[in-house]
């Protein structure tokens, strides 16, 4: 167990990270609302279901989330978490955030996750020190010697806390030369990794043929059982490498039986049928679907330390999912998916805000 000091000193950098996420996911939230046009008016619903409902907790949710959850049904739930308890609260009862940034690391996928197919390794760099794809260490000249020598379609992105597409480069026949992957390699510093690209399934490819769509599932690893909690399916922008919704894509519900809801959003909170060239999200399944769930909740066991984890995945061309990475403080998907934990809300509310039997998983 750790000293007292110590204890106290990480408690305050968890408590000074969790107030930060409160009030920038509450300030991002109002930007959304007025976006919304001020989303479903739900006054009358929010004094007479929501609140009793949270009273339950100790708690006294702003109204503005049941405004913005609300509103693609037109319809309140006093399920929806809000998004600042979300990331607040919830998620650093669940999920150990002193472990995440060590956890998270793609260069360390291959020890975390050998049951998992993943893109195959060119060069990565852990800390400043190169190694190949079968951990031998090299030099940086051997690295570029190694890279140079690939064929086809290959990028390199940090290896953590590359969220939404960040910082990742494309490379290929006509832009691999010595002096590209030099300066992407002095650029990052340390701690990234160069991938080959993945062919993914045409099914999805030509729902934007651009980008690498990709499947985000969050599960909850809650009283022993891997409970899947939402899936979605995220859609690359027109002529965009990476599949940010951020950046003109969409965000799009994935049924129980892979079929995709027949609509989907974007960054503007616009509701659409269909994505790039016409394609109707409801003629798509998603390929290989529940076997992406079966590897889910046989490697969530192995990952205590992180209860609450969104996982993505992408499909080859021969329909294989492939493990991109997965993220220890995901989003909840609600706005495409509605409320979190479903049917087990209260069970989840009532562990986190009253038992509190998980309060020594961090010690």
Known sequence: MRSSYRKKLDDLNIKLESLYRMYSYKKAAKLRRKRMKGGFNCDKEYKEEVLPYWRKFGLKPDKLWFEIFSDRDKKVDPRYIPDDLWYGKIVPY????????????????????????RPRTIVKNMACVFYDSNMNVIKEDKAIEIILSHKGEF????????????????????TNSKENIKEAIDNLKANYIFQESVEQHEDLKRL?????????????????????????????????????????????HINEDGKLDYRGVNRKAQWVTEGHGNIKFADVVVPSYNKILDLIDQTHKNLPHFKLIGWDFCIDKNGEPIFIEYNTCPGPNQITCGPTFGDITEEVLDEVFVKQSLKYAQN
Do not use: W
């Not at 891997?226 to 990476?242: M, W, Y």
């Open 155 to 174: 990028l390199v992105k940090p290896s953590i806390d590359s969220g939404e597409g960040r910082l990742i480069h494309f490379f290929d026949e006509n």
């Open 208 to 252: 934007n043929p651009s980008s690498l769509n990709t499947i985000r599932v969050v599960t909850l690893f809650f009283k022993g059982e891997v409970h899947i909690l939402s899936s979605i399916l995220r859609i690359g922008g027109n002529g965009a490498k990476v599949d940010n919704i951020g950046a003109g894509g969409f965000a799009c």
């Open 94 to 117: 669940f999920s150990n955030t002193q472990f995440r940034r060590f956890g998270e690391d793609k260069c360390m996928h291959y020890k975390f996750f050998d049951n998992l197919k």
